[in-house]
């Protein structure tokens, strides 16, 4: 764990860096005791602040997340081995990455790019720097990561990591709508953790959850049915409770599709027990919306009002803007089936910025369609089509074909009760010609 350090110039730096551990530790009002834990002792404590000790790299990032403080405060200017401070930079960005701590995740990444080597472990760090791009829905930016990373390995010697960066360029796919891409991306590590029987379950579980997704989404409602039942038993047999609750979430998708609402909010309402027990607040958030939406269009407004309602809350409590809009966006449309247009235009109109600012453009979209209805209700014909074709126009933007015939049938029914059959036509033209699509 340490090393006791004799020579006068290296005891001067183990010295000063346990002074900064003395002062952050007082700043807090630890004692030494609660600063070391169970992983650590007290004694190690105090003969690291007295300079007698220097801890690994492991220890100090566990010292470092107690005190809350960056572990370049402690390092200062300590020139550690070129090696060292690579595998630093390496683990601290991995740990960032599990805590969704994105802008951190970019900065180790960095400094560890500096030294890292041609292969396998550039590559790594290509893929860490990825899923912080995708967080930021840095599209583009992944893909060019994505492909530099392929580029540096062997996918027949490191199969793994060659999976998990092509599961990074199916995500990029799917969050720009592109589905069959994603579904080749999603295909390709299927076949690769198969063929050299890799054994992380956990990586296995969530290739399948994704390729669930995706089927799904295309309409292939058996095909994803049978990617989420494998990855529900993987996960039940790697406890991985986050990946049963996302296997909860895909199966309640699909079978909201089938129509099977019922069992929809049921296997939503599963999810939603899994990820509270995680505390993973953004896909509980998601499962609270899902059951929500499910409700709305069961025509089941007396329970979606207040699910949507206890999304929102629950969303704003936690300071998660996104998916308070995305709840907003519900209540919008459940004011307009109760006859309040001006309510639900002031809240698609609000949820739409929210939305805008998020970055989520097919989120936007549907809010753009929920303004273009309520403008509609108010008799505002051309603030009705404006918003109605913007909306159509964001989902063509990022290629979300599949909602876009959504709002494009919506749309038509709008202009059919107008009167404007022509128009109405050429609606329901682009809905059938999307259909397919993807």
């Known amino acids: 764990m340490a090393g006791k350090y004799r020579n006068g110039g290296v005891a001067t730096i183990a010295k000063g860096l346990g002074e ?35 801890p690994s790299i492991r220890s100090l990032q566990l010292i470092a997340g107690r005190l809350g403080k ?3 405060y402690f390092l200062g200017d300590e020139s550690l081995a070129t090696g060292k401070r690579l595998a630093f930079h390496s683990i ?115 290739i399948l959850i994704s390729l669930g997704t995706v089927y799904r989404r295309l ?46 909010i049921g296997y939503y309402a599963r999810a939603l027990d899994f990820f509270k027990r995680i505390s993973d607040i953004d896909f509980e958030l998601n499962a609270m919306q899902s059951i929500a939406t499910v409700q709305f269009e069961n025509g089941e407004l007396d329970k979606a009002k207040p699910s949507a309602d206890r999304t929102m809350k629950r ?5 998660n803007a996104h998916w308070a809009g995305v709840a907003e966006v519900i209540l919008a449309r459940i004011a307009l089936r109760e006859g309040q247009a001006q309510d639900a235009l002031r ?23 929920a303004r273009g209805a309520a403008y509609e209700a108010l008799g505002l014909v051309a603030d009705a089509d404006r918003t109605y074709h913007a909306s159509i126009d964001l989902y063509t933007e990022v290629n979300d074909i599949a909602d876009r015939s959504g709002m494009a049938a919506e749309y038509a029914r709008v202009l059919r009760a107008r009167g404007e059959i022509d128009k109405a036509f050429e609606m329901l033209e682009l809905a059938h010609g999307g259909a397919g699509a993807g």
Not at 248 to 261: R, V
Not at 357 to 367: T, Y
């Open 347 to 369: 809240m698609a109109t609000h949820a739409e910025q929210v939305l805008a600012d998020s970055g989520d453009k097919i989120q936007q979209a549907d809010a753009l369609g």
């Open 70 to 72: 960056p572990l370049d």
């Open 219 to 264: 309409g292939r409602t058996s095909k994803a049915i049978a990617s989420y039942e494998p990855a529900l038993a993987m996960a039940s047999r790697s406890s991985e409770i986050e990946v049963a609750a996302r296997g909860f979430m895909g199966i309640a998708a699909t079978h909201y599709d089938s129509g099977e609402l019922d069992t929809a």
């Open 92 to 206: 601290a960005a991995e740990a960032a990455a599990e805590r969704r701590n994105w802008p951190e995740v970019r900065v180790h990444v960095a400094h560890a790019l500096e030294a890292a080597p041609e292969g396998r472990e550039r590559a790594s760090l290509l893929h860490l720097h990825g899923r912080a791009e995708i967080a930021s829905r840095q599209f583009e930016h992944t893909f060019e990561l994505v492909n530099e990373g392929l580029a540096l390995i062997d996918p027949a010697n490191d199969p793994e990591l060659a999976a998990n960066l092509l599961s990074l360029r199916g995500l990029a796919y799917l969050e720009l709508g592109q589905l069959v891409a994603a579904t080749d991306a999603y295909e390709a590590a299927r076949d690769l953790v198969e063929r050299y029987e890799v054994v992380d379950t956990r990586l296995r579980s969530r």
């Open 20 to 54: 900064r551990v003395r002062a952050a530790r007082k700043e807090l009002g630890l004692s030494q005791a609660q600063l070391a834990g169970e992983e650590l002792t007290k004694g190690f404590i105090s003969q690291l602040e007295s300079g007698l000790v220097r």
């Open 315 to 319: 969303a704003i409590e936690v300071g």
